[in-house]
């Protein structure tokens, strides 16, 4: 069970990510060290480095393209 997170603890890591202080990286091991286990799989989309970031990011470019907007 996901331990609760403060509003004050979700500022502060906020301005440090907003500051440079964080990246996302850090931002997303710090939930899931409250419990928050989808912060895992956040951190693997953003760092592209697990197969369900890569399937993620495959996913929104392919449909990004079936738009007529692609990403790249």
């Known amino acids: 069970m996901p331990t609760p ?3 004050q603890t979700l500022t ?3 301005s440090q990510f907003e500051a440079g202080k964080l990246t996302p990286d850090q931002v997303y091991r710090q939930l ?3 419990g ?4 895992g ?3 693997g989309v953003a ?6 970031g890569a399937s993620a990011l495959t996913y929104m470019s392919n ?3 079936e ?3 692609p990403l790249d």
Do not use: C, F, V
């Open 5 to 7: 997170i403060s509003a």
């Open 12 to 14: 502060q890591i906020r």
């Open 36 to 39: 928050y286990k989808y912060a």
């Open 32 to 34: 899931e060290s409250y």
């Open 47 to 52: 760092n592209a480095n697990t197969i369900a």
């Open 67 to 69: 738009l007529g907007k």
């Open 63 to 65: 449909t990004a393209k």
């Open 41 to 43: 799989w956040a951190g």
